[in-house]
């Protein structure tokens, strides 16, 4: 069709027999099955001919209301859009309309009516009588041409006619939003901004699986490249917009560009997506399995490592074990050999106390016969034996100790010689292991008589040196060891003693002599420590942060630190400092250089020097913590008391046992049902009972029930407050706590008493005075809260024996029994909570569903009328009903009548001021009327 023939008169014509030929039902039923028909009619919408256009445009809207006919219009649609090169369909249309609206002065009224009643069947016939989503879709088509300010044109025009097409489309229009947003479970959506929609998708998709779907296409969205071509954002388009609109049969239908804009099946690749989804949780699931059976493999491989490694160890033990056994008979042999050595020994001591009475008996004799003899000496001779008698006289004899196991028994002493020139019987002969006479070597393998070893010729140090914190061997166990033939004082003479001095002195000496006297008047010679220098160090550092020197601090101790100056954290640390015996005696020994200690030592000198320093400082710290230590533990005891005595008395608590006892019996019917009683382990065993093909457990069904059926039990935790304190407290833990309250007041009342009692006490010692007061306040508090004890105790037993539970049960764990229990029984009521409020939003859900499944069938039967209507109909019938808007009036009605904008029908049977009568009535009746 050229441009001179669609311009022309006969082209008008043809259309208008064309519209009388489907006034015909075989006419109409020869051009709907015409290939080509209908796509030919909408070619004449390029004509510049106003009333052929007009006429076309209404051919087209009526064979939209013939069954089939909606389809074949759509496709001659997209044909025109090809054969007009327009950028998208209905782009001429639109434009015509708005031209049309912008010359009022020449505006056939006509043209404008009989497009917006092809619009309005387009929308609302064909799949848009069922599916929102084809009509929204179809909605957006009109609504990215601008049709929006053309309609607003068409308003401003008064046109009753055209009035009634715009109410139609804006009703349907705002009906269909109103649906959509309750999809959303919203009001309103906002389906110009951005914003609102993407908040719809946010909230319906939150707490889906798909809403990192729909957050990774809005990242995907952000990548593509502005580059000013919008071929992307199109594909893009058409992808969403077929997935809304295909259906899931729409393989066994011939293509259609509306529900297909691009030849793929949606059904198809969702499926396969979901396969791969499966497949890839089948991978994850096989994955993790893969990784614990690694893991259960190297568990498995250390264990039989550790297996090995006991039986290694056992192996081990069993030879350390014979060893020992071997060791033990040895040391069994050797106490016997001992045994008899004493023996032997003790026979040998009774033998010397013998021979020590007769030496001393032929001792007395000598100085008997010495008196004699000395008569007739002369005078020297006389002096002398004189001096000898003294000498033996004043001479001590020693008793001879009973000997210790092992050891020889000390000989008598000897007996003097006789004075020179005088006779004498001779000296009696040693008795067995006593020592030679004096000047003779003591007899080879005989051991020294002394208990302690003569001291060694060293020379002395010629300035004090510093000290070497050796660990020194007591002189008894040096016998049959290396040191016995070690003697060093062979080898002092080879060392540089000189040298030895001037590097370990005490003080740093100069190695200039006149240059150390020149400085001995201006340096202070360096400070004396004896303390291990860790040690030391650290004292120092506490002393510092004390800020107090020694004399306070022993004032304070003296006092007992009756202000509490000194911080309870500081008496801990220097708990940690107290003088050990082996500092006293090093300390002891450097007292002479007492201005030259540091200031650690001279702090351990002088505190040391307190009487029962350590029990002093012990005392303090104890009555300092004890307050602390009676608020820590009476609110344990107060709340174990107090749990034990609720579930004894709770009478809710014994009622929901109760109920578990039901519940246990009727699952347990059979040998292990008929019970009267079950142990409160048993409560944790709730959760873990589900039902069959659910996460429902026991638990749940017991909250749902005393929530129904008993609901004032649900408030029993009131009842047993105490359990969530108890819970938390350990018997032995608590008796432990009172054990040491009880040791530290023996410990202070011990301490009192020893002060007490001694003779002299220092200038300001109140250790007697304030322990003493302190003890009578700490002793009634004690008493109190072990009397609190003793009452808890007796209170748990009674709770324990009370539930049938072993008397050993520890309280933590009891009472840990409540609650757990008290504890899962509000996250079960907290799960019946959602799962109730999912349920009800699931049934919200589904009536608004089936009451739209009914809305659907009731438009699908009218639409099934329609068509019947339609098949019986005349064709001009058709499009006078569709250019009228009569066939819209019974519908509106039908569905309530919303709240109508300017220009809407009023009810039935009436009209406006100036309105030409309108037929309101059912479909049917319109077209047998047109019949």
């Known amino acids: 069709m050229d441009y001179e023939y669609r311009q022309s008169v006969i082209h008008t014509g043809i259309i208008g027999c064309i519209k009388a030929l489907m006034n015909n039902s075989h006419g109409r039923a020869h051009v709907l099955a015409h290939p080509n028909s209908i796509n030919i009619i909408a070619q004449s919408l390029q004509c510049e001919n106003a009333k052929a256009k007009t006429a076309a445009i209404e051919i087209l809207g009526a064979v939209c209301l013939v069954p089939g006919g909606h389809r074949k219009i759509m496709i001659a649609m997209s044909h025109f859009q090809k054969f007009a090169g327009e950028r998208t369909r209905f782009q001429t249309i639109i434009n015509d309309l708005d031209r049309c609206c912008s010359n009022t002065a020449n505006m056939d009224v006509n043209f404008p009516t009989a497009v917006l009643s092809f619009i309005n069947a387009v929308l609302s016939y064909g799949p848009g009588e069922d599916s929102l989503e084809f009509r929204v879709h179809l909605r957006y088509e009109f609504l990215m041409l601008g049709i929006e300010p053309v309609l607003e044109k068409l308003g401003n025009q008064q046109t009753q006619l055209v009035e009634r097409h715009l109410d139609f489309f804006r009703e349907t229009r705002k009906e269909d939003e109103e649906v959509l947003a309750r999809r959303f479970s919203q009001t309103k959506i906002d389906v110009r901004s951005v914003t609102s929609m993407v908040k719809a998708l946010q909230l319906q998709l939150g707490h889906n699986s798909a809403y990192a779907n729909f957050l990774s296409f809005l990242q995907h969205a952000l990548l593509i490249p502005d580059d000013n071509r919008s071929g992307r954002w199109r594909l893009l388009d058409k992808l969403v917009q077929q997935v809304v609109l295909q259906e899931s049969d729409s393989d066994d239908l011939p293509y259609d560009p509306d529900v297909q804009p691009l030849a793929i099946n949606v059904e198809d690749l969702v499926d396969h997506l979901a396969k791969e989804d499966e497949l890839i949780g089948l991978r994850q699931k096989f994955s993790s399995a893969s990784t614990q059976l690694e893991d259960l493999k190297g568990d498995l491989v250390k264990k039989e490592r550790e297996c090995e490694v006991r039986t290694q160890e056992k192996d081990d033990i069993k030879a350390a074990l014979n060893k020992v056994m071997q060791k033990l008979e040895k040391e069994n042999a050797n106490v016997r050999d001992a045994k008899q050595r004493e023996r032997e020994l003790s026979v040998q001591v009774e033998e010397m106390r013998g021979q020590l009475a007769r030496e001393l008996g ?95 010729s060293l020379p002395k140090p010629s300035v004090p040196l510093k000290s070497f914190n050796w660990s020194k061997l007591p002189d008894n166990k040096i016998d049959k060891t290396i040191w016995k033939d070690l003697d060093e004082t062979k080898l002092i003479k080879d060392i540089d003693l000189r040298e030895f001095d001037d590097l370990f002195s005490s003080f740093n000496k100069d190695k200039d002599p006149e240059a150390h006297t020149r400085s001995l008047s201006i340096v202070k010679p360096k400070e004396v420590s004896v303390i291990e220098s860790r040690r030391a160090q650290n004292l120092t550092i506490l002393l510092s942060r004390m800020k107090l020197n020694y004399e306070e601090v022993k004032l304070l101790l003296l006092q007992m630190d009756e202000d509490e100056e000194l911080p309870r954290d500081m008496l801990e640390q220097l708990l940690k400092f107290v003088p050990q015996s082996d500092e006293v005696d090093l300390l002891n020994s450097h007292s002479d250089e007492l201005e030259k200690f540091a200031r650690a030592d001279r702090f351990l000198y002088e505190v040391n020097r307190l009487p029962h320093y350590e029990q002093r400082l012990q005392t303090l710290f104890f009555k300092r913590k004890f307050n602390e230590r009676v608020d820590d533990v009476q609110p344990k005891v107060i709340a174990m008391s107090l749990a034990a005595t609720q579930v004894l008395k709770s009478s809710k608590l014994k009622k929901l046992l109760e109920l578990v006892l039901a519940f246990g019996n009727y699952m347990n019917k059979g040998p292990r049902g008929n019970a009267y009683g079950f142990r409160l382990a048993s409560l944790t065993k709730l959760v873990d009972t589900k039902a069959s093909g659910s996460r429902f457990t026991l638990l749940n069904f017991l909250v749902q029930t005393v929530e129904s059926k008993f609901p004032e039990l649900m408030a029993f935790e009131e009842e047993v407050s105490a359990i969530k304190e108890a819970c938390r407290v350990n018997m032995p833990e608590l008796e432990k706590d009172i054990g040491i309250l009880r040791k530290g007041l023996a410990e202070v009342k011990k301490e009192v008493n020893y002060q007490a009692s001694r003779p002299s006490r220092d200038y300001g010692d109140r250790y007697v005075e304030v322990m003493g007061d302190f003890m009578s306040v700490a002793e009634s508090a004690f008493h109190s809260v072990e009397s609190q004890l003793n009452n808890s105790k007796e209170q748990y037993s009674k709770a324990v024996v009370s539930y049938a539970e072993e008397e050993r049960v520890p309280s933590d764990e009891f009472f840990g029994f409540f609650n757990t229990f008290i504890v899962s029984f509000h996250d079960a009521y907290a799960e019946n909570l959602a799962t109730r409020k999912k349920r009800e939003e699931e049934e919200k859900k589904r009536r608004q569903q089936e009451e739209q499944r009914q809305r659907d069938q009731e438009s699908k039967k009218k639409r099934k009328e329609r068509n019947a209507a339609k098949a019986a109909g005349e064709f001009d019938d058709l499009v006078s009903a569709l250019k009228s808007g009569d066939l819209y009036g019974t519908e509106r009605k039908a569905k309530g009548g919303a709240n109508k904008p300017r220009g809407q029908l009023t009810p039935a049977g009436t009209r406006r001021q100036g309105q030409s009568p309108v037929r309101i009535g059912s479909n049917r009746e319109r077209r047998n009327q047109a019949i």
């Not at 008793?399 to 019987?425: L, R, T």
């Open 362 to 456: 032929e001792r007395q004799k000598v100085m008997d016969m010495l008196e004699k003899a000395s008569a007739g000496l002369s005078d020297d001779g006389k002096e002398a034996a004189k001096k000898l008698l003294e000498e033996m006289k004043s001479a001590p004899v020693t008793a001879v100790p009973p000997a210790p196991p092992g050891a020889p028994a000390p000989p008598p002493p000897p007996v003097p010689p006789p004075p020179p020139g005088m006779g004498g019987p001779p000296p009696p002969p040693p008795p067995p292991g006593a020592p030679a006479p004096p000047g003779a070597p003591p007899p080879p393998g005989m051991p020294g008589m002394a208990s302690r070893r003569p001291a060694k």
